[in-house]
C-alpha cells in the first residue's frame, strides 16, 4: 500500500473538539499534528513509497560503538544500555558484528560486572537491576560461548535475592526504588540465564497485578497513572512467569489499542500525552504479548494474519516521521536521534511488519520489501534465534544451587 493511499485511522483532534475547550495539552497536541503534516507532506505522490534508511541507520549504529558523542556523558551510568541499544538495531537490520568487536564488548561489559553479582552502569558503578538487564540482553544478542561466559548465574542469582523485597517486588538496586521495571528486568534475567527458581519470585505476580490501574494499563506502583513503559515490563514479567490471566487482560487491551494516535500513526505512552516513536515498541509491542496470552485464554475471535492495532499507520508514523536524514531514529519530527530511540523505533517498526501466530506468519510492509526487517522477540526484545541459543547453552548449566538461600533475601534490605 503507497502512503498517500494508506487510510488513515480517524481526522486530527480538531474534529474531535466539540466544546471548543483550548487547553495548553490541546495546543500542544494540535503543534504537533501540523509538524506531523508537513513532514508527510514530503511523500505526496510520487515520492509516495517511504523508504528506510537501512545504510544510514548501520553507518550511524556502528559508529556508536567505536565512538560516542559529548552528549552522552548524561548517560555515563547506562553504558550497557548503549550497547544493547546499538546491537539490537545492527541484529534487527541484520547487520553482523564483527568478531574482534564483539570481544571488545564482552570485556567492556566483564568491566560492568560488580564484584558481587549483576551489571553497574559502567566500570566500578554499583549493580542495578536496569543496566543488568541490557548487558544480559547485549551478550545474548552477541551469543558466543566467550559471551556468555562473562555472566556470573550464581552471583547474579544472589544479587536478585539481595535487592528481592517481602512483597515480592525488586528494588532496581540495593536500597533504591521499586517499581515494575524492576520485576520485568528480574525475570527476564533470570529467565534466559536459566537462574530462576520459584522462591526467587513469590509474590511478585500478586505486585505487579496489583500495579494494574482504573484505566486498564499498567502503573510504575499501585495508584499510578497507567504508561506504556510500565505496561510493557508488567505484561512481560507475567507471560514470563506465566501468570498473565491474573490481570484483566480484556481492559488492558483497550487501554493499549487507544493509546494509537487517530492523526499520527505512532503511539503515545499515556492518555492526553503526545506521540513518541520508542512506544511503538513499548505499547505495540504489547499486542503481540497480548494475541497470545488471549489465545492461551481460549479466545476464538483472533485474527490468523494482524495484530490488534493499525500496522500500516505505524509503520508510517515510523518510516515518514522519526527517521533522520543522516541515520538514526527519534521521537518525533524536529526531536534530536538517539540510540535509544533507534532501537525502539526499529523495534515497533519489526513489530508491525511481522505478524506470527503458532508458527504461521504473515508480513504486512509498508513501502519496498527491501524495508523489511528481523523479526524480534516479544518479551526479551532480542532476536527469537538468540533467546533460543540463550536458553539451550544456559539450560545445560543447570539452576545454581545457593548454600543457604533462606539467609539472603533482605539481608541488606530489611
Ligand atoms: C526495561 C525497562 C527498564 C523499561 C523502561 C520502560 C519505560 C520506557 C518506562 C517509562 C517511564 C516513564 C515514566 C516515562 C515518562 O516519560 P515522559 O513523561 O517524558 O513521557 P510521556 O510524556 O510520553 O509520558
Ligand atoms: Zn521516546
New binding site residues.
Given amino acids: 500500500m503507497s502512503a498517500a493511499t494508506a487510510p488513515r485511522i480517524a481526522r486530527s483532534s480538531e474534529e474531535f473538539t466539540d466544546n471548543g475547550v483550548v487547553t495548553l495539552t490541546s495546543i500542544e497536541q494540535k503543534r504537533i499534528e501540523d509538524i506531523i503534516k508537513q513532514a508527510c507532506s514530503l511523500f505526496e505522490p510520487p515520492l509516495s513509497e517511504p523508504n528506510l534508511f537501512r545504510d544510514r541507520h548501520y553507518q550511524y549504529l556502528k559508529k556508536g560503538l567505536h565512538h560516542l558523542s559529548d552528549a552522552y556523558e548524561c548517560l555515563d551510568a547506562s553504558r550497557p544500555w548503549i550497547c544493547y541499544w546499538i546491537l539490537h538495531g545492527l541484529e534487527l537490520l541484520d547487520e553482523p558484528v564483527p568478531d574482534s568487536l564483539a570481544s571488545d564488548v564482552c570485556a567492556f561489559l566483564k568491566l560492568c560486572q560488580c564484584p558481587d553479582g549483576g551489571f553497574g552502569g559502567g566500570p566500578g558503578q554499583q549493580a542495578h537491576?536496569?543496566p543488568t538487564?541490557a548487558a544480559v540482553n547485549a551478550l545474548c544478542i552477541l551469543g558466543t560461548e566467550e559471551s556468555y561466559a562473562v555472566i556470573d548465574r550464581e552471583k547474579l542469582q544472589s544479587f536478585l535475592y539481595r535487592i528481592k523485597q517481602p512483597n515480592g517486588d525488586f528494588c532496581m538496586h540495593q536500597g533504591g526504588e521499586t517499581d515494575v521495571?524492576s520485576a520485568?528486568?528480574a525475570a527476564?534475567v533470570a529467565s534466559l540465564t536459566y537462574i530462576m527458581e520459584p522462591k526467587l519470585f513469590e509474590g511478585t505476580a500478586d505486585w505487579v497485578v496489583s500495579c494494574q490501574n482504573w484505566e486498564g494499563g499498567i502503573g510504575?506502583v499501585p495508584g499510578m497513572e497507567a504508561?506504556?513503559?510500565?505496561t510493557?515490563?508488567g505484561l512481560a514479567a507475567l507471560v514470563i512467569l506465566r501468570k498473565e490471566r491474573m490481570l484483566d487482560l480484556q481492559r488492558l487491551l483497550r487501554w493499549v489499542v487507544n493509546r494509537q494516535m487517530r492523526f499520527e500513526g505512532g503511539f503515545?505512552?499515556?492518555t492526553n500525552?503526545?506521540v513518541?516513536g520508542?512506544?511503538s515498541f513499548?505499547q505495540a509491542g504489547l499486542l503481540p504479548l497480548l494475541h497470545r496470552s488471549l489465545m492461551n485464554e481460549g479466545d476464538q475471535a483472533l485474527s490468523e494474519q494482524r495484530w490488534m492495532f493499525h500496522q500500516e499507520a505505524l509503520q508510517e508514523y515510523l518510516l515518514m516521521c522519526c527517521q533522520h536524514v543522516a541515520g538514526g531514529l527519534l521521537d518525533k519530527p524536529g526531536k534530536a536521534r538517539d540510540f535509544y530511540h533507534t532501537c525502539y523505533c526499529l523495534s515497533g517498526l519489526s513489530v508491525a511488519q511481522h505478524f506470527c501466530k503458532d508458527g504461521l506468519s504473515k508480513d504486512t510492509i509498508v513501502g519496498k520489501e527491501s524495508n523489511a526487517l528481523q523479526p524480534t522477540h516479544p518479551i526479551y526484545n532480542i532476536d527469537p534465534d538468540k533467546v533460543a541459543r540463550a536458553l539451550v547453552h544456559f539450560s545445560k548449566l543447570g539452576i545454581p544451587t545457593r548454600v543457604c538461600p533462606a539467609d539472603e533475601p533482605d539481608k541488606l534490605n530489611p
Fill in positions: 537491576l536496569a538487564y521495571r520485568y528486568c527476564s510504575g504508561h506504556g513503559g510500565y510493557f515490563c503515545q505512552g499515556r500525552k503526545l513518541d520508542c512506544y513499548w
